[in-house]
């Protein structure tokens, strides 16, 4: 299966301050998607993105598929963002196996 | 908006039991998995579903069996529970189509005495 590496492996910041988090991949990927795990263990799908740049308020996410890693950006982080970030890859014609890093560790405090 | 539920929050059972873990989707999905979350493991694959009766070894099947009867409900047995299952159980579900967002149920916290 496609090894997938994230880093940094924790971060702590300074409300408002701002982070990039970075997925690596090993192999081709038709999927690519990032994942925040909220206190309470729930998961909920940030962006769904391949390829290409996507931004969603103060998130925004770009996957160089050709260089095989993704970032997700946040800016101006608040306490809320605290949490566990996942990146979960599936490779083309691999069915729809996901694969998931070990997650980067969030702290926002104030 | 896509609705996983998970039938327990929390789950507390005894060494040996036989423990099922109920998970229902309402978006019609055809794909389902289920996933264990162990500190500094991230997130394994169970086993997953892309269809009815349908079921696929993930990468830590051992001690696990699946049950899909209907396309909404995918089931996780324990056949006889044991302390290193003691973990953190998600279930997930997408549409057959690879390029498909995954959606989360919230999670069943299960411990093993």
């Known amino acids: 299966g496609i090894q997938v590496e994230q880093s940094p492996p924790d971060l702590i910041l300074q409300e408002g301050a701002n982070s990039t988090l970075r997925c690596n991949f090993s192999?081709?990927?038709?999927?690519l998607q990032w994942f925040h795990q909220n206190p309470w263990g729930q998961l909920i799908n940030l962006f769904y993105i391949p390829s290409g740049t996507k931004q969603n308020g103060r998130l925004s996410a770009t996957t160089v598929a050709t260089e095989r890693y993704s970032l997700l950006y946040i800016s101006s982080s608040q306490t809320t963002d605290s949490g566990v970030y996942f990146c979960?890859?599936?490779?083309w014609g691999g069915g729809n196996q996901f694969y998931f890093g070990t997650g980067t560790s969030l702290t926002v405090i104030p | 908006d896509v609705k996983v539920t998970q039938s327990s929050r929390y789950l507390v059972k005894r060494t040996g039991e036989k423990v099922f873990l109920e998970c229902v989707q309402d978006m019609d999905h055809e794909n389902m998995f289920w996933y264990r979350q162990d500190p500094g493991l991230g997130l394994r694959l169970i086993y997953f579903?892309?269809?009815?009766?349908?079921?696929e070894k993930g990468d830590i099947p051992e001690g696990y069996s699946v049950s899909r009867e209907k396309k909404e409900r995918f089931s996780l047995i324990l056949e006889s529970a044991s302390t290193n299952q003691t973990s953190m159980y998600l279930c997930a579900s997408s549409l057959a189509q690879g390029n498909s967002p995954l959606h989360f149920g919230n999670g069943t916290r299960l411990t093993v005495t």
């Open positions: 192999d081709s990927v038709n999927n």
């Open positions: 579903s892309y269809d009815v009766k349908m079921k």
């Open positions: 979960a890859v599936a490779e």
